[in-house]
């Protein structure tokens, strides 16, 4: 058993801790990964309590706005896994053949799966999408 695992609410509250795992890497959340969430974590506990705060407060800042709750924009349209794969890519500013050679598939398929984005969401292109992501 880990004894500093005690120590996370002692670094940063609960809520900021949450806030922390929406920090994204490479389009995938540091909280949907648990080696990244505990690495993080870990870090925050070797820090002072009052260094620790400040950091979490500009990397939260840093957020800002342009934090998105993709898995609402999937349910409100009913996207699928894949075309939620591909929104998050738009939104991290990939074209959809850099999607598909990121996700190992064709790129056919990739704008078969925006064809349908666009349909379920209602935009005209893909501007638009980007623009309905980030309108709060």
């Known amino acids: 058993m880990d004894p500093a695992g005690d120590e996370d609410d002692k670094a940063l509250p609960p809520e900021r801790l949450a ?8 389009g995938v959340s540091i909280g949907s990964e648990p080696v ?3 690495r ?7 820090l002072d309590p009052e ?6 407060d500009r990397l ?3 957020l800002g706005e342009e ?43 990739a704008r078969v799966h ?4 666009l349909e379920k969401t209602g935009a005209r292109r893909q501007t638009d999408l980007v623009r309905m992501l980030f309108r709060r």
């Open 51 to 56: 260094i620790a705060s400040e950091v979490a």
């Open 67 to 109: 934090l998105v709750d993709f898995g609402v924009f999937s349910e409100r349209y009913g996207l699928t896994a894949a075309e939620e794969l591909l929104v998050r890519a738009v939104a991290d500013g990939l074209s959809v053949p850099e999607h598909a050679e990121k996700r190992g598939i064709s790129v056919n398929t």
């Open 40 to 46: 993080v974590r870990e870090i925050f506990r070797q």
């Open 19 to 26: 806030q922390l795992d929406q920090l994204r890497f490479e």
């Open 60 to 62: 939260v800042d840093a």
């Open 114 to 117: 925006m064809q349908r984005v």
């Open 36 to 38: 990244w969430q505990d």
